[in-house]
């Protein structure tokens, strides 16, 4: 068995050349039953558990070759394939780890799927603040000061979850972490969503996998070349069970997988594993020139990362023309250039992974965005808050107690001390702002206001429009 098999999507090629006739799910019969002929040549690998192509939730050929080959990629002792996302493993992994009223330390910075977990869970999440990086205006991961100092009040907490790196691309010292947790026999889970890709080396960041996390979920869609939904499980722990790992994704996986999303992991894994060092080369002379023209753009700033350590596929713009980051994506999309968030200050794009030889129009768009933010003046942001990092803090309200609580909408101006009823989420990055059953501080309502005044869209927070928010009714 190599690398440079694609055990997966030659069983799926091999079926289709068979020119098979179809009395079985699903009823487009490979495309035969079609409403648009975009669709007709992916609907050809839309097949289903059948010989020869077997079966995501008992695998025994393709698939688990396919799954043997990515954990040989990443050295750990099993990986899985998600076809539910990212969403799925944040579920399975935090559900193997942890039973109701256990003590959850959770990194406060964390995707609303971990949230959901922690809640069908029904633990106590104690969540830790992570650092702020001023320059950047954004949140990036915990200290290992802080998380020392979370294990110390906690002792018996069953699990640290983490989520490295942060949308942008910045990173954190994850190695000492999951060093200081496992002294402490407690298992270390991280969303690495974005990192997929980190297992290539220089000059990326190592992958948590890499650092001895027990269970490390990545969306391969994200920065590998695998359809949106495709994901990655690795388990490589002495603290969790197995089999409850996999007795988790039988349940929250669809039971009808999808053979392009799986096809396209195992082809994913294929071109990450083909990855070398001149592509490396390649990649970073593309997005240095790519950097280096948009620097000549006196309306926004290309954000470093600290020490020049973190994803080199993201690039951060902020905005120093008095438009938030909000005006300036909608400023690109009107000219067909879609990035991937926006935030108050700034617009993120995330680049391909490039190998040699690969073309990308980033000279084209550089150029673009020089004509369209041009005739803007330059302005820069005036010094905002900064977030107390390293706090620690838990629901004021368990989430077993809430079904029992009466609720209300009240004006955001006067809901300090309250505690929160609805889970309010800027979306993307999902990250949310506001946990149903904490209590709402000044600091978080004064970054709501600055959200809803720059154009942030929301999940969560029904009322929002109406300036007002739902809070427990205590007595």
Same mark, same amino acid.
């Given at each position: ?70 954990? =040989? ?5 099993? /990986? ?7 969403? #799925? ?24 799927? #971990? ?24 949140? +990036? ?8 100092? +979370? ?102 996986? /669809? ?8 096809? /396209? ?13 001149? =592509? ?21 700033? #290309? ?167 739902? #809070?427990?009714?205590?007595?």
């Amino acid at each position: 068995m190599t690398q440079f098999q694609k055990p997966l999507y030659k069983a799926l090629i091999k079926h289709i050349k068979q020119k098979p006739i179809s009395f079985h799910v699903p009823g487009h019969k490979y495309g035969e039953i079609n409403l648009s002929p975009l669709y007709q040549p992916i609907l050809q690998l839309d097949a289903t558990e059948l010989t020869g192509l077997d079966d995501l939730h008992s695998p025994e050929d393709a698939i688990l070759e396919a799954e043997t080959l990515l954990a =040989d990629l990443f050295q750990v002792e099993k /990986s899985y394939f998600l076809v539910n996302g990212s969403t #799925v493993g944040n579920l399975t992994m935090i559900m193997a780890a942890c039973t109701e009223d256990d003590t959850v330390l959770v990194q406060r910075n964390c995707h609303k799927s #971990v949230l959901n977990a922690l809640k069908l869970a029904k633990v106590n999440p104690i969540f830790l603040e992570p650092e702020y990086n001023r320059e950047w205006k954004v949140a +990036a991961g915990i200290t290992p000061e802080t998380a020392a100092k +979370a294990i110390s009040q906690y002792p018996n907490a069953k699990a640290i979850i983490l989520t490295y790196p942060n949308y942008y691309g910045l990173v954190t010292h994850v190695q000492e972490i999951i060093e200081q947790a496992h002294r402490n026999q407690i298992p270390v889970l991280v969303d690495e969503a974005h990192g997929a890709h980190f297992i290539i080396g220089q000059p990326f960041p190592a992958s948590a996998a890499q650092m001895g996390a027990d269970i490390v979920v990545q969306s391969a869609h994200k920065t590998l070349p695998a359809m949106t939904m495709g994901s990655y499980l690795h388990f490589n722990s002495k603290l969790i069970e197995k089999t409850k790992v996999k007795e988790n994704l039988e349940m929250f996986q /669809s039971s009808s997988p999808s053979y392009p999303i799986m096809a /396209s992991l195992d082809l994913a894994r294929h071109y990450l594993a083909g990855y070398e060092q001149k =592509d490396a080369t390649f990649l970073l002379k593309e997005i240095d020139r790519f950097k280096e023209d948009l620097a000549t753009i006196p309306q926004i700033k #290309v954000l470093e990362f600290p020490n020049h350590h973190g994803d080199c596929l993201k690039i951060t713009l902020q905005s120093q023309c008095g438009l938030s980051g909000f005006q300036i994506q909608k400023k690109l999309e009107e000219h067909a250039i879609y990035t991937e968030l926006a935030d108050p200050y700034n617009v993120l794009l995330i680049l391909p992974l490039l190998k040699q030889g690969q073309n990308y129009p980033l000279e084209e768009t550089a150029l673009k965005i020089k004509t369209i933010l041009e005739d803007l003046p330059y302005q820069e942001w005036k010094e905002d808050y900064q977030p107390a990092a390293g706090s620690i803090s838990g629901l004021e309200i368990p989430y077993k107690e809430m079904s029992s609580l009466k609720e209300q909408d009240i004006q955001i101006n006067k809901a300090v001390g309250h505690v929160c009823a609805e889970t309010i989420i800027p979306y993307p990055p999902g990250i949310p702002l506001l946990i149903k059953g904490e209590k709402i501080n000044a600091e978080k309502l004064t970054q709501l206001k600055t959200l809803l005044e720059s154009g942030a869209r929301f999940q969560g927070g029904t009322n929002l429009n109406k300036e007002s928010i739902r #809070v427990f009714i205590q007595h």
